[in-house]
Nanobody, 123 residues
């Protein structure tokens, strides 16, 4: 079992920045590929970014590429999402997720999920 707790969400004006954190506990954090997903009201959950288990690479949705940066600190068991140049369309609940398999853009591949943190971007 892996427990995930997100933090760092809030209200920000368009063009601003936020950094989300996801604290992991339970199994060895470094053994898991990690991802960030988001869900806006009335929409399906969508992929945002992922970080491979063995550090081979990071992956981003086209909509956030160049603005968001995913990172992880295995010593602190924490995943981060630095979000810059935020837009109103980035408004959503952001979830972190973990998988013992390969990093993936599909939410179906993830085994563990946090409770989410709300990000609201005003225009």
């Amino acid at each position: 079992q892996v427990q995930l707790v997100e933090s760092g969400g809030g209200l920000v004006q368009a063009g601003g920045s936020l950094r989300l954190s996801c604290a992991a506990s339970g199994r060895t954090f470094r053994n898991y590929a990690m991802g960030w997903f988001r869900q806006a009201p009335g929409k399906e959950r969508e992929f945002v970014a992922a970080f491979s288990r063995l550090g081979q690479g990071t992956y981003y949705a086209d909509s956030v590429k160049g603005r968001f940066t995913i990172s992880r600190d295995n010593a602190k068991n924490t995943l981060y999402l630095q979000m810059n140049s935020l837009k109103p369309e980035d408004t959503a609940i952001y979830y972190c997720a973990a998988t013992g398999g390969s990093s993936s853009r599909s939410s179906n591949e993830y085994d563990y999920w946090g409770q989410g943190t709300q990000v609201t971007v005003s225009s």
